[in-house]
């Protein structure tokens, strides 16, 4: 298993920026991919940005061009760069560990989530 804790969120205005970060622990990072998802309030989970160990990216159909994901191997950590942010990015945000082949749009290939951060974005 691995333990992962989510920072970075908080309420912001539109057009600002945030970064997300995403510490894990307990296995060997930089074997996995890694992704973030966000849920708004009577909304399904979606992708937000994926990334695999080899460090090819997938996107969130609103957020690519806006949000870049990284990871830096060396400190186990999992990043999100959201720029020009919306309103409608106002949700909880986790991290999690892409563990079944196949589909990194989907959660249901992923295991071992964080806990979420909230990001509010207001007009």
């Known amino acids: 298993q691995m333990q992962l804790e989510e920072s970075g969120g908080g309420s912001v205005q539109a057009g600002d920026s945030l970064r997300l970060s995403c510490v894990a622990s307990?296995?060997?990072?930089?074997?996995?991919?890694m992704g973030w998802f966000r849920q708004a309030p009577g909304q399904e989970r979606e992708l937000v940005a994926a990334i695999t160990a080899g460090g090819r990216t997938f996107y969130g159909d609103s957020m690519e061009g806006r949000f870049t994901i990284s990871r830096d191997n060396a400190k186990n950590t999992l990043y999100v760069q959201m720029n020009n942010l919306k309103p409608e990015d106002t949700a909880v945000y986790y991290c999690?560990?892409?563990?079944?082949?196949?589909?990194?749009?989907?959660?249901?290939?992923?295991?071992?989530w964080g806990q979420g951060t909230q990001v509010t974005v207001s007009s």
């Open positions: 999690a560990v892409h563990t079944r082949s196949g589909d990194y749009y989907s959660s249901q290939a992923y295991d071992w």
């Open positions: 307990g296995r060997t990072f930089s074997a996995y991919g």
